[in-house]
């Protein structure tokens, strides 16, 4: 099952949350190679998601790196920097750079599951200061080395991402300066800047969008920094913010069920790997709480079906890239009738916003996720839509109709070489029982393959 926990937050007592600062989207269009990312439509995947439209913000590159997280890493720098410097915060960039001779010898310390602590890194090298990066012990190899290219020294500690965010909180001093995008007690202001730095992402999408954005907003968790900013700047009545974790850290649903913090034990192993955190941020919770509408957890499967699903519309995006999306596809699946009704929503189809957080930035992780050459894709059940010789009958419903030309080509040109009789109902085609899903080995298991006209969801008939 994809969808593992929900919380409805409907109920929740809101209140306006505080606007962003302006002046990070200032200061990040001062930076060397700013530009906006787009804003890309995805059809195939809006078809199978039942929306009327689907609009992915693309931040799988900011400033040569694979993420968004330089925005949050940039601003929260600059205040930090300008604050230890007793100034005022630099306005550009180059006022920054103005601002380090005065602090000669100055490390940046950070702990991270990847893309933060490159994101530090790279600051740090433009500004020609050292960086310190702490990650655990079970991230993947290809974003340690990644952090190391920045010119970072990578200490890989023993536990969690919690535990390194704990022996960072330890080195700070008058030479080692921490830029953490999670918060502690005593320790707020520095994640705070960051989630007004990602701000940034929300002012290009009002200008990009020219209008009101769409009323179902999907959005990745992790600590809660992203999550925070996507409330200040999109929380409104009559619009819907989902935020999504993975089943083994959700942190932000169990803090705000139980109304405090509270730290979810790991080890957490998600492929999500940017989403592997145990304790939601201080600072950001009061947002959360107050802006998002419904917390879901999900499990791999999900993030796995979204990177395919995305694929479908040539976006490319890493597994806690598409987590967003793949909330929505659990949600989905859950409840196939009437399922952005069920969350408030009056609109039976109605125009969604996800963010692509992240570019691949494990290939030995993703290149089985993705699975093969363009054109051909596989289900949960390891069928292929197209071009295979398999030829695995199963109950497939389809939110469209049976005339779609992929349904008559499995009814006509697959069924049939079985031996197998045919019947059809509607937007039903029944085919004879199947062993199950290859994947679960489980005779009852349910899985679904997305297709440029819908998603398809099959299960055992």
Known sequence: MSLVAFLDNADRAVSVPARPDPRAARFHRSMPGYEPTAVAEAPSAAAGLGLSRLLVKLESERFGLPSF??????????????????????????????????????????????????????????????????????????????????????????????????????????????????????????????????????????????????????????VGALASAAVRALASPGRVIVGVEPADAACALQAVREGRPVLVAGPHRSIMAGLNCGLASRVALPDMAAGIAAFCTIDDRSADEAVRLLLLDNLVCGETGASGVAGLLALRERRPERTWESLGLDDARPAALAICTEAPTDPKSFAPISDGESGTRRCSCAMRVRGSRRRVPFLISSPTSVADPLLRHLVADQAPRRGAGVRARGAVVELPPSRGCRRSGLPGARCAWPHPRGLLSTRPA
């Open 69 to 222: 997280k330089i925005l949050g890493a940039s601003w929260a720098t600059c205040r930090a920097l300008s604050l230890r410097a007793g100034l005022e915060p630099a306005a550009t960039f180059d006022e920054l750079r103005a601002i380090i001779p005065r602090l000669d010898g100055l490390t940046l310390v950070a702990a991270t599951d990847g893309n933060h602590g490159r994101a530090v890194a790279r600051i740090a090298r433009l500004l020609d200061l050292d960086a310190r990066i702490l990650i655990p012990e079970h991230s993947a190899r290809a974003r340690i080395d990644a952090i190391a290219g920045e010119g970072a020294t990578v200490d890989v500690v023993p536990g969690s991402y919690d535990d390194a965010v704990r022996l960072s909180s330890a080195l700070a001093s008058d030479d080692h300066l921490v830029i953490s995008d999670t918060s502690w007690p005593g320790y707020e202001l520095v994640p705070g800047w960051v989630a007004d730095g990602y701000a940034t992402i929300f002012e290009e999408l009002a200008e990009q969008l020219g209008g009101e954005p769409p009323p179902l907003v999907a959005i990745q968790i992790g």
